[in-house]
């Protein structure tokens, strides 16, 4: 019997807080994100779609899905 390979990423988000696009004195506070993945099994593999949950510091997720990466 052949074992299905098992994939295996490493997901890394660094935020960045855009002081320059923030308001804060209006309650609006940007932030760009560099994401790195990086695949870590032992197969080759390509991701075809992502979903991110946003989370703020008031509690409230949004949900970012798509195709590709």
Same mark, same amino acid.
């Given at each position: 019997? !052949?074992?299905?390979?098992? =994939? !295996?990423?490493?997901?890394?988000?660094?935020?960045? =807080?855009?002081?320059? !696009?923030?308001?804060? %004195?209006?309650?609006? =506070?940007?932030?760009? =994100?560099?994401?790195?993945?990086?695949?870590? %099994?032992?197969?080759?593999?390509?991701?075809?779609?992502?979903?991110?949950?946003?989370?703020?510091?008031?509690?409230?997720?949004?949900?970012?899905? %798509?195709? %590709?990466?």
């Amino acid at each position: 019997m !052949q074992k299905t390979p098992t =994939y !295996q990423f490493q997901v890394q988000v660094k935020p960045r =807080y855009l002081a320059d !696009q923030s308001a804060p %004195g209006q309650g609006l =506070y940007f932030f760009a =994100y560099s994401i790195t993945i990086r695949n870590t %099994g032992k197969v080759a593999a390509q991701l075809i779609s992502r979903t991110w949950n946003v989370n703020d510091a008031n509690g409230h997720t949004e949900k970012v899905k %798509g195709l %590709g990466v």
